[in-house]
């Protein structure tokens, strides 16, 4: 089954406390992506991963910090998590770098009070 | 820089009307051309892609996009929608690269 698992779904922190985020997929995909989704702007590009221990900052890496130790799993971490933090998080995976069509999992909501 | 605008917020249809979402972005080449669909709660859906060919693109469910090159284009379009088409539906464009840029979305909402 080609799919893309995030956790968790729904997270509130506090400002300051530090936050993860984790992304699976089962389809040995070589590319994962880590985006955020604000109301009116879309989905912006915040880290992308070639493949294990090479990531590649996107449009809006400032805050952010990710990990892939195993080709199925993309981390996103923030340290120190603040208030304009709060949004929807999608991870998304494709084939390869310039194979099209991304696979996007169902998004984290964090908010940060 | 690519960019990727959709004029459109939100559009309300009747059930069984046609349906046009515009999409127009700026790329100096030809781009790959994506329509991606999010329900509720969803991630996003892939509806259909252009990479080359036929401008002309069908995808899932009765939806298909046209890709104008003059205008840079690729507006998606539905015979006869449905309730359950009701979503967010989103415009992308790639090089060719690891890089997607999406527009803001189009709300849709179809009503009885």
């Known amino acids: 089954d080609m799919k893309v698992t995030q956790m968790p779904r729904y997270l509130i922190k506090r400002m300051g406390e530090n936050v993860l985020l984790e992304c699976g997929q089962d389809m040995s995909h070589e590319t994962m992506y880590w985006y955020r989704q604000d109301p009116g702007l879309g989905l912006q590009l915040i880290y992308i991963?070639?493949?294990?221990?090479?990531?590649s900052e996107g449009d809006i890496p400032k805050g952010y910090r990710v990990s892939r130790k195993k080709r199925e799993h993309f981390s996103l971490i923030l340290d120190s998590a603040k208030t304009n933090q709060t949004s929807v998080y999608f991870c998304a995976s494709s084939l390869s770098i310039n194979t099209g069509q991304l696979y996007f999992g169902e998004g984290s909501k964090l908010t940060v009070l | 820089a690519q960019s990727v605008t959709q004029p459109d917020a939100r559009v309300t249809v009747s059930e069984g009307a046609s349906l046009q979402l515009r999409c127009k972005y700026s790329y100096s080449g030809t781009p790959y051309l994506f329509w991606y669909v999010q329900y509720p709660r969803q991630g996003l859906q892939l509806l259909l892609k252009y990479y080359s060919g036929d401008p002309v693109v069908q995808g899932v469910n009765g939806f298909e996009a046209e890709f104008i090159k003059s205008n840079s284009s690729f507006h998606l379009r539905k015979a006869s929608v449905h309730w359950s088409d009701s979503a967010v539906y989103f415009c992308?464009?790639?090089?060719?690269?690891?890089?997607?840029?999406f527009g803001a979305g189009t709300r849709l909402k179809v009503i009885a």
């Open positions: 991963s070639y493949d294990v221990d090479s990531n």
């Open positions: 992308a464009v790639s090089e060719g690269n690891y890089k997607y840029v």
